[in-house]
T-cell receptor
Framework: GAVVSQHPSRVICKSGTSVKIECRSLDFQATTMFWYRQFPKQSLMLMATSNEGSKATYEQGVEKDKFLINHASLTLSTLTVTSAHPEDSSFYIC?????????????FGPGTRLTVL | GQNIDQPTEMTATEGAIVQINCTYQTSGFNGLFWYQQHAGEAPTFLSYNVLDGLEEKGRFSSFLSRSKGYSYLLLKELQMKDSASYLCAVLDSNYQLIWGAGTKLIIKP
């Protein structure tokens, strides 16, 4: 099956710094990637939808200036958490699809555990 | 508003059968998913139902009733490795995935 990787898998940073998380589709081209956040014992919350070559679409309540998303190629999307604070500590997961016709088939990355001290 | 309901936690015995229910109220329906998620890991796809009825896949089966807004995931011959959270998610009319909070399944020997 299709493989999606995320890097780093785990990151610890100081409050006020920025952290970049990469999401790569390894063996297919992903026109659309999704970024989720999951707090402990809660379900996934969609943060934004990232389309290659265009601006990301953010969900209500997600600050686009704080969570910068760049989908520069068909295999790479990045999420940058700017000026991170302890409340941003969470499990960030990306997923990718080959196209809207394949929306029912999302391939998930392994996730990135962010801890902000 | 859109809503997905599933039990928070369930306990079952190794070798037994367990049914995890999911009810949903969404704006439109384009399919229902079940995912398995082990602690600290991303979800893994289990099943996708878009038509009414039962879909069987090995030890796991998923059922859908669109008229009732209801689905269940049936796990047979439970193994210790089945201990995980099981997430129900619905694809709405805007093709957005609406996620349930997940059911934590605890398997006891």
């Amino acid at each position: 099956g299709a493989v999606v990787s995320q890097h780093p898998s785990r990151v610890i940073c100081k409050s006020g710094t920025s952290v970049k998380i990469e999401c790569r589709s390894l063996d297919f081209q992903a026109t659309t990637m999704f970024w989720y956040r999951q707090f402990p014992k809660q379900s996934l919350m969609l943060m934004a939808t990232s389309n290659e070559g265009s601006k990301a679409t953010y969900e209500q309540g997600v600050e686009k200036d704080k969570f910068l998303i760049n989908h520069a190629s068909l295999t790479l999307s990045t999420l940058t958490v700017t000026s991170a604070h302890p409340e941003d500590s969470s499990f960030y997961i990306c997923s990718a699809i080959t196209g809207l016709a394949d929306l029912h088939t999302q391939y998930f990355g392994p996730g990135t555990r962010l801890t902000v001290l | 508003g859109q809503n997905i309901d599933q039990p928070t936690e369930m306990t079952a015995t190794e070798g037994a059968i367990v049914q995890i229910n999911c009810t949903y109220q969404t704006s439109g329906f384009n399919g229902l998913f079940w995912y398995q998620q082990h602690a600290g890991e991303a979800p893994t796809f289990l099943s996708y139902n878009v038509l009414d009825g039962l879909e069987e896949k090995g030890r796991f089966s998923s059922f859908l009733s669109r008229s009732k807004g209801y689905s269940y995931l049936l796990l047979k011959e439970l193994q210790m490795k089945d201990s995980a959270s099981y997430l129900c998610a619905v694809l709405d009319s805007n093709y957005q995935l609406i996620w349930g909070a997940g059911t934590k399944l605890i398997i006891k020997p």
